[in-house]
């Protein structure tokens, strides 16, 4: 079946580190991937999504790359805030008949220290 | 535009009991998808609905069940509640629930049981 692999966290970096989180993934056809950011006591903020092989998602300095002959789509951003500190989520959507579902990885905890 | 709603945002019942939770999709959204989020298993998919039709199923036993509106609001019940029951409930909702379409998720609801 569909599966996602994150790194293990969590994660601690100073404030303006370099960030990546790794995410892995196995599924048949071809998915659309998306990464989720979680807050502390709020449900999951869509961060960012790519749909094809090669296709680069970004928003708010957070960039991922769909790369379909490693199946990963790690997250990156080049210079972390404290305000980035939360969970993060890969989440893959098979094509066919996984209508609405989503399966996520085990999310990865981030503390962004000052 | 308005969110993803979910009420009650937190909840406590105890062992046997049964719990209603319900969810109003952003305006214009069809697809309303039930998600299960504990520290020890993640965010576990439990079903979607489109069109007041259910047209996927998560594993989970029969004790959890839902349903959906012709407004597109849905409600999902558990029935004779463990205490493993205990979870935070998101829905998201989304245009069509397929493919590239992103969901958007309602801030949870806090199921404690006792």
């Known amino acids: 079946g569909d599966s996602v692999t994150q790194m293990e966290g969590p994660v601690t970096l100073s404030e303006e580190a370099f960030l990546t989180i790794n995410c892995t993934y196995t599924?048949?056809?071809?998915?659309?991937l998306f990464w989720y950011v979680q807050y502390p006591g709020e449900g999951l903020q869509l961060l960012l999504k790519?749909?094809?092989?090669?296709d680069k998602g970004s928003n708010k300095g957070f960039e991922a790359t769909y790369r379909k002959e490693t199946t990963s789509f790690h997250l990156e951003k080049g210079s972390v805030q404290v305000s980035d500190s939360a969970v993060y989520f890969c989440?893959?959507?098979?094509?066919?008949?996984?209508?609405?579902?989503?399966?996520f990885g085990q999310g990865t905890i981030l503390t962004v220290h000052p | 535009k308005a969110g993803v709603t979910q009420t009650p945002r937190y909840l406590i019942k105890t062992r046997g009991q049964q719990v209603t939770l319900s969810c109003s999709p952003i305006?214009?959204?069809?697809?309303v998808s039930w998600y299960q989020q504990t520290p020890g298993q993640g965010l576990q998919f439990l079903f979607e609905?489109?069109?007041?039709?259910?047209?996927n199923k998560g594993n989970f036993p029969g004790r959890f069940s839902g349903r959906q509106f012709s407004n597109s609001r849905s409600e999902m019940n558990v029935s004779t509640l463990e205490l493993g029951d205990s979870a935070l409930y998101l829905c998201a909702s989304s245009s069509t629930g397929e493919g590239r379409n992103e969901q958007f998720f309602g801030p949870g609801t806090r199921l404690t049981v006792l």
């Open positions: 790519a749909t094809k092989a090669d």
């Open positions: 989440a893959l959507r098979a094509g066919g008949t996984s209508y609405g579902k989503l399966t």
């Open positions: 599924a048949t056809g071809y998915p659309s």
């Open positions: 305006s214009g959204h069809r697809s």
């Open positions: 609905y489109f069109s007041e039709t259910q047209r």
